[in-house]
Nanobody, 125 residues
Framework: QAQLVESGGGLVQPGGSLRLSCAAS????????MGWFRQAPGKERELVAA????????YYADSVKGRFTISRDNAKNTVSLQMNSLKPEDTAIYYC??????????????????WGQGTQVTVSS
């Protein structure tokens, strides 16, 4: 059974950095786009960053452009999210997701069909 497991969340001060990792097991996602979503209390789950299977295309929400970087290692079946210059408004549960087969540019929630359990990121002094 395919699984996505996130790690790397935690508490960090404003201006700090965190690196989230997502490890896939049970099947390879090397031909699927991958994405990171986040959901803050009382808000909709939103796409933060996404990357194509080859790494040749990526997407970033305007709120994180220039601060977050998504990357992947298909040999290790992992995807990462480097988060720098963190702000209190980045506080949320972050979810790793695998895009549906054949969806080259997955920018909406319905474009993804495998989800991790999430990891909490809290930015606070």
């Amino acid at each position: 059974q395919a699984q996505l497991v996130e790690s790397g969340g935690g508490l960090v001060q404003p201006g700090g950095s965190l690196r989230l990792s997502c490890a896939a097991s049970g099947r390879t996602f090397s031909r699927n786009a991958m994405g990171w979503f986040r959901q803050a209390p009382g808000k909709e789950r939103e796409l933060v960053a996404a990357i194509s299977w080859s790494g040749g295309w990526n997407y970033y929400a305007d709120s994180v452009k220039g601060r977050f970087t998504i990357s992947r290692d298909n040999a290790k079946n992992t995807v990462s999210l480097q988060m720098n210059s963190l702000k209190p408004e980045d506080t949320a549960i972050y979810y790793c997701a695998a895009g549906k087969g054949g969806v080259v540019v997955p920018t909406t929630r319905r474009d993804y069909d495998y989800w991790g359990q999430g990891t909490q990121v809290t930015v606070s002094s």
